[in-house]
């Protein structure tokens, strides 16, 4: 059985920081690529970063520079560390793992909200 779970989340305020993990479980974790993705109020969810098992990385525009993935495979663990945070940050965001086009498992989800 393939679990994913999300922490990390919580209230933040505007230009704060936030680090974000998952541990996965029931899966070849150091064979997969993984991503985090949020979900805002009222609207799609959204690809924020992926890596590839070996490392490669992608970011969304409005994150890059502030938000770094990164994975840890003997803990089975993904990070997402997110800096200079906006009011726009403000979602569920959550944990995925598959292909680099496509994921198969999902987590729950933690929420993030960003306000002051």
């Known amino acids: 059985q393939v679990e994913l779970v999300e922490s990390g989340g919580g209230l933040v305020q505007p230009g704060g920081s936030l680090r974000l993990s998952c541990v996965a479980s029931?899966?070849?974790?150091?064979?997969?690529?993984m991503g985090w993705y949020r979900q805002a109020p009222g609207k799609q969810r959204e690809l924020v970063a992926r890596?590839?098992?070996?490392?490669?990385?992608d970011y969304e525009d409005s994150v890059k520079g502030r938000f770094t993935i990164s994975r840890d495979n003997a803990k089975n663990t993904l990070y997402l560390q997110m800096n200079a945070l906006k009011r726009e940050g403000t979602a569920v965001y959550y944990c995925?793992?598959?292909?680099?086009?496509?994921?198969?498992?999902w987590g729950k989800g933690t929420l993030v909200t960003v306000s002051s």
């Open positions: 890596i590839t098992s070996y490392g490669s990385t």
């Open positions: 995925a793992a598959g292909t680099w086009l496509a994921m198969d498992y």
């Open positions: 029931g899966i070849i974790f150091s064979t997969k690529s």
